[in-house]
């Protein structure tokens, strides 16, 4: 079994969190250290820890991972002007919690896509 993280707690909502959109596959949340004036995080209602843990029986939630990117960026006001999706994968790949997760950055040019 896949160890909890606290993204755990607030699917379940026992922590509190701006949820934006929940089904039951995923649970969308604004980042708690927005980077950027749209900063939601779109997480997988199981545990996947990391992208090197998905499996073909994934295929499902996963793509529901990029319809809700796709339906909050509309709702956020972001998806004419652009936006970036990002999912980090363990150390060098810059992951915090080891519950995989979709990052939709927008609201602002956000510049090159990695820092130098
Ligand atoms: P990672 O670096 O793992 O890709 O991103 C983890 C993200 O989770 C970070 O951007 C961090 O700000 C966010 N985060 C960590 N703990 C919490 C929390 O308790 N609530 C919310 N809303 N975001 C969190």
């Given amino acids: ?5 606290i993204f755990s707690k607030i699917i379940r909502k026992e ?3 701006d949820i934006v959109y929940q089904d039951e596959l995923v649970t969308a949340f ?3 250290n927005a980077q950027a004036p749209t900063h939601v ?3 997988p209602n199981k545990i996947i820890p990391t ?3 998905v499996t073909e029986a ?3 939630v ?3 991972l990029f319809t809700v990117a796709a339906k909050i960026a509309e709702e956020e006001g972001i998806a004419r002007n652009g936006y970036r999706l990002i999912i980090n994968c363990n150390k060098d790949g810059g992951q915090e919690v080891y519950h995989l997760h979709m990052h939709i950055l927008g609201g602002r040019r956000l510049g ?5």
């Fill in 1 to 5: 079994m896949a160890e909890e993280t």
């Fill in 15 to 17: 922590i509190p969190s």
């Fill in 30 to 32: 604004r980042d708690i």
């Fill in 41 to 43: 995080l779109i997480v």
């Fill in 51 to 53: 992208v090197n843990d």
């Fill in 58 to 60: 994934d295929e499902a």
């Fill in 62 to 64: 996963l793509g529901r």
């Fill in 112 to 116: 090159p896509m990695l820092a130098r």
